[in-house]
């Protein structure tokens, strides 16, 4: 039981330069979302999505972009890196019924040089 | 709006004795708050969720949270710290409204435990 996964675990990029992060569960959540973890300031949510085809802007969207072709991948791409995207990003998921715990992947430690 | 304030950046314990982590929450709505622990390198793991059920919640590893309403509060506590419970510890409100379970993450606890 895989659970959530992201890819890659680490990554440096230059400034300006573009990547996508991948994010994918096998528990069939239709609730899925991204965060970015800086010291001293908890989890804030990027973006979200309720199902295929739906997603909505969280926190701090701003430079991010996410799709959500299928119920399993929730993509955020990176479209010109700055150093302030320095950042431990994580993927979560959860069942769509308000209240429920959400899954965790293990994070992409992202480096904008 | 909601938000949550964790008191204690840092918590130091020494091992076999109490932790107490603590959590205040500002909600406009009955809230469902969560606590969830990080170790190092990982990803976030549920140790209990308070829905308006029981105010004492039972969570996994010994620890447990009181739902405080008059106070506002969600402190975690345990009654005998472990080595193996050395991590960063974050409290966590949701928000009911818009769909789906949009979280508003503490700026965590560091809790270190000593031999």
């Known amino acids: 039981n895989a659970g959530v996964t992201q890819t890659p675990k680490f990554q440096v990029l230059k400034t300006g330069q573009s990547m996508t992060l991948q994010c994918a569960q096998d528990m069939n959540h239709e609730y899925m979302s991204w965060y970015r973890q800086d010291p001293g300031m908890g989890l804030r949510l990027i973006h979200y999505s309720v199902g295929a085809g739906i997603t909505d802007q969280g926190e701090v969207p701003n430079g991010y972009n996410v799709s959500r072709s299928t119920t399993e991948d929730f993509p955020l791409r990176l479209l010109s890196a700055a150093p302030s995207q320095t950042s431990v990003y994580f993927c979560?998921?959860?069942?769509?019924?308000?209240?429920?715990?959400?899954?965790f992947g293990d994070g992409t430690r992202l480096s904008i040089l | 709006a909601q938000s949550v304030t964790q008191l204690d950046s840092h918590v130091s314990v020494s091992e076999g004795t109490p932790v107490l982590l603590r959590c205040n929450y500002s909600s406009s709505y009955s809230p469902s708050l969560f606590w969830y622990v990080q170790h190092p390198n990982k990803g976030l793991q549920l140790l209990l969720k308070?829905?308006?059920?029981?105010?004492l919640v039972k969570g996994i590893n010994g620890f447990e949270a009181e739902f405080k309403k008059s106070e506002t509060s969600f402190h975690l506590t345990k009654p005998s710290a472990h080595m193996s419970d050395a991590a960063e510890y974050f409290c966590v409100v949701s928000d009911p409204t818009g769909g789906g379970n949009k979280l508003t993450f503490g700026t965590g606890t560091q809790l270190k435990v000593e031999l």
């Open positions: 979560a998921s959860s069942l769509f019924n308000g209240n429920q715990p959400q899954h």
């Open positions: 308070y829905t308006s059920a029981a105010t």
